[in-house]
């Protein structure tokens, strides 16, 4: 049982350049979550969808981009990356209502 | 804006010894978690507290919500070497039907000497 997997699980970038980061999950969770880590930060929420077809804005959503193709998948797009983006994301998932988050193994980004 | 404070931020103990890290939230919420950070690797689930006075214990680490104080604790009793990781506790502000997401604190990275 996979649970939440993410790819890439390591980028670099150059300012301007964009990408995406992809991200699954196989527990047929109803929401997903984007996270960023950084030091000293704790954990900040991107972008979170509620259920499939909703998309909405966290705590840091500027410069990002969400889609939530389906049930399992939930991508973030960098259209134009910035050094301050640089940072580890995660991606999570959750049944609604009382569950913990189950999060994937990062995707450390470097925007140089 | 719901706010989440933990202390310390970075504690070195030995083994052996007894010690509880601190949980402060800024608004009314009853669901809060804990998560374990291994350097390196992702978030792993410890505890889930859903009530006031509610209590967790799993091996060394015993969790409890206190909804009035909005506060919770976490403690270690006769640390070991392994229980050495960063532990982040994260609230619910109960808006969003538990659908929106978490906020966490910046996380008390802990260390356990021999």
């Known amino acids: 049982n996979a649970g939440v997997t993410q790819t890439p699980k390591f980028q670099v970038l150059k300012t301007g350049q964009s990408m995406t980061l992809q991200c699954a999950q196989d527990?047929?969770?109803?929401?997903m979550y984007w996270y960023r880590q950084d030091p000293g930060m704790g954990l900040r929420l991107i972008y979170y969808?509620?259920?499939?077809?909703?998309?909405d804005k966290g705590e840091v959503p500027n410069g990002y981009n969400v889609s939530r193709l389906n049930k399992r998948e939930f991508s973030l797009r960098l259209e134009s990356a910035a050094p301050s983006q640089t940072s580890v994301y995660f991606c999570?998932?959750?049944?609604?209502?009382?569950?913990?988050?189950?999060f994937g193994n990062g995707t450390r980004l470097t925007v140089t | 804006e719901l706010k989440v404070e933990q202390n310390p931020l970075f504690l070195s103990m030995q083994e052996g010894k007894n010690y509880t890290i601190y949980c402060n939230y800024s608004t009314t919420s009853d669901r809060l978690y804990w998560y374990r950070q291994d350097p390196g690797k992702s978030l792993e689930s410890l505890f889930v507290?859903?009530?006031?006075?509610a209590v967790k214990q799993e091996g060394r680490l015993m969790a409890s919500l206190d909804t009035k104080a909005r506060l919770s604790t976490l403690h270690i009793t006769a640390a070991v070497h392994d229980l050495s990781a960063t532990y982040f506790c994260?609230?619910?502000?109960?808006?969003?039907?538990?659908?929106?997401?978490?906020?966490f604190g910046k996380g008390t990275h802990l260390i356990i000497q021999p």
């Open positions: 507290l859903l009530s006031n006075g």
């Open positions: 994260a609230v619910d502000d109960g808006t969003g039907g538990g659908a929106d997401g978490l906020t």
């Open positions: 969808s509620a259920s499939e077809g909703t998309t």
């Open positions: 999570a998932s959750s049944e609604q209502f009382f569950s913990p988050l189950h």
């Open positions: 527990m047929n969770h109803n929401s």
